[in-house]
């Protein structure tokens, strides 16, 4: 699974993609095919150590000069300098650096830059470059993250990359047809992002259901003999929504990759409709499923009592990378701040009287339901779920926007949205939530006919249900779901939970996890647990002696 990352890890999954996506026809030529036979090797250096979302303050600068047809790249400050890119520290020699174009006296806005960084034969730093490792971290720490500043480092005009904008050899400037067009390479990587977390609550929840399997603690009948733990009530309650979780995700992460394959294609053709509604939706999903993965892991451990705690369980390493999600390509209360600018729009759209609205927002215009569908857990259908979904999300997006209005109109835009920020995050997430039970809903309700149809519509139900209840003041609100209503919504999780039971081993199993993906001895294929932690055990430094040396030192 590629936990603790591989140094090459951004040249393959932002520095290729970034020039397949932004480079004209000669820098195609000229690069992409020395970058995949690794001739280079790159990273991607658009964070700051003083900005990270906020892209159109950053400080690197490329200023051009018509007289040697050359960029002049600086790190003015301190807080300029490119900080955190995996692989720039000692890895990559070189990198595409996004910095403020500067020509004619005039900033253009942030433009991504080929920037070579190290001598190809020595590898060491070339002149007016100055490169190195941030230090250990969280996790990652195989990564050799990096820090990166330029001292008037000049490089070639055809090294900036020019697709979609251009800067002709006495400077003129020609702006890309569309200000978001360069939205593709960040909507693949967090295309990547999503599959990844999905990945990583799958291993956890495999590893929390396997061992529960296993481990026996109590009885539920006395006399009757210690019975596996994940037949508690309790237990099943922490686990099968996270396995639940890992199915809706990844169901998710194939969606938006087709989706991005999509775009890809009509962006080709110079359509740019669907750029605003997927780069949205990117972010969101991003935001979302890597705080609900990290949350989820947690979970998945704890319910391993204290053996969850051990590096034996794979669970410090599985959450390290997982919650690194919540903050690197974009801090995710950020990420549902540009999601809610999107719903904003489409919320005025819809007061407006406009008819037309992007996909994932048409449920904005539809008519208004005082109340839930639901009267029983097992006559919930697909359809009354979504449309309860749907219902919540409406009134939370034009709540948000009501209460925008009303703080704009008191005071400037800028203030009117931060005093609406929590609210405009609340509508965000119940977006994202309701294509998430959508996604999920159809996924399986379209999959073919197989033994695997009963247990996956089991997990579609758990998964809304556990939604439901987690939101349960959102549905609740204004009386849209009852206080009986949600009570056969609690007694559904309680039968799926119950339905889920006999083939809980199997459906993680499912996700065909060997041993040394996993890397955990509770999540072992063969059970074999307990004779396998005291091996684990006894391979610690501290038992390679019966005696510490300073323990030799005291009693002499």
């Known amino acids: 699974m590629g936990r603790d990352l591989h140094p090459m890890s951004l040249h393959f999954v932002m520095f290729i993609p970034t020039i397949q996506g932004q480079s004209d026809d000669e820098q195609l030529d000229e690069w992409l095919s020395l970058a995949i036979a690794r001739g280079i090797i790159g990273t991607y ?20 000069d018509p007289k040697t047809e050359e960029f002049i790249i600086n790190s003015p400050t301190i807080t300029s300098a490119k900080w955190w890119p995996g692989g720039l520290g000692k ?67 055809s090294h900036m990359l020019m697709r979609h904008s251009k800067v002709l ?3 003129t400037f020609i702006a890309p047809k569309h200000s978001k067009l360069s939205y593709g390479t960040m909507v693949f990587v967090r295309s990547i992002m999503i599959k990844d977390q999905a990945t990583e609550l799958a291993a956890a929840a495999c590893i929390a259901i396997r061992y529960s399997a296993i481990r026996r603690q109590g009885e539920i009948k006395q006399g009757s003999g210690e019975v596996q733990i994940l037949d508690y009530q309790t237990q099943q309650f922490r686990l099968l929504p996270q396995l639940a979780r890992s199915f809706a995700f990844m169901f998710a992460a194939y969606e938006i990759r087709d989706l991005y394959m999509k775009v890809t294609e009509q962006l080709a053709d110079g359509n740019t409709e669907l750029l605003p509604e997927i780069h949205a939706l990117s972010s969101g999903l991003k935001s979302v ?8 892991i947690e979970q998945c451990r704890l319910a391993c009592g204290g053996h969850g705690y051990s590096l034996a369980s794979a669970f410090p390493e599985i959450y390290a ?15 549902l701040l540009q999601v809610a600018r999107f719903l904003m ?9 406009k008819a037309r609205l992007a996909t994932i927002c048409d449920y904005m215009a539809k008519p208004n339901s005082a109340h839930s569908f639901m009267t029983q857990w097992d006559t919930y259908s697909d359809e009354h779920i979504v449309h309860d979904f749907e219902q919540v999300a409406r009134k939370q997006v034009f709540r948000a926007y009501d209460i ?58 758990l998964y809304a249900f556990d939604l439901i209840t987690a939101c349960q003041g959102e549905f609740m609100k204004s009386g849209f779901m009852s206080e009986s209503q949600l009570d056969a919504v609690r007694e559904g999780i309680y039968r799926c939970l119950e339905r889920l039971r006999p083939n809980a081993v199997s459906l993680v199993d499912s996700w065909d996890f060997d041993d040394a993906e996993l890397h955990s001895v509770l999540g072992r294929r063969d059970g074999n647990v307990y004779p396998a932690l005291l091996e684990w055990a006894q391979k610690s430094q501290l038992n390679r002696t019966e005696v510490k040396m300073s323990s030799t030192l005291l009693v002499s």
């Open 91 to 157: 890895s990559s020699n070189y990198a595409i650096v996004v910095a403020q174009l500067y020509t004619l006296g005039i900033c253009r806005g942030p433009h991504p830059f080929i920037v070579q960084l190290r001598d190809l034969e020595t590898h060491m730093p070339l002149r007016g470059v100055r490169v190195g490792d941030i230090g250990p971290k969280f996790g990652f720490n195989s990564s050799d993250n990096g820090f990166l500043l330029f001292d008037n480092y000049r490089i070639p005009r």
């Open 404 to 461: 925008l209005k009303r703080h704009q109109q008191e005071s400037s835009a800028e203030e009117g949205w931060n005093r609406s920020s929590v609210e405009l995050c609340k509508a965000s997430r119940m977006h994202v939530r309701l294509y998430l039970v959508r996604t999920f809903l159809e996924k399986v309700a379209t999959a073919p006919e197989t033994s695997l149809r009963v247990p996956l519509t089991d997990l579609t139900r």
């Open 289 to 296: 499923v890597s705080w609900e993965a990290a949350q989820g």
């Open 45 to 64: 250096a658009q964070t700051e150590l003083g900005h990270g979302t906020n892209l159109k303050n950053l400080e690197t600068t490329a200023t051009y």
């Open 169 to 171: 050899k006495d400077g």
């Open 345 to 353: 729009k489409a919320a005025e759209e819809v007061r407006g009287g």
């Open 321 to 335: 990378y997982s919650v690194g999600g919540c903050t690197y390509e974009g801090e995710n209360i950020v990420m």
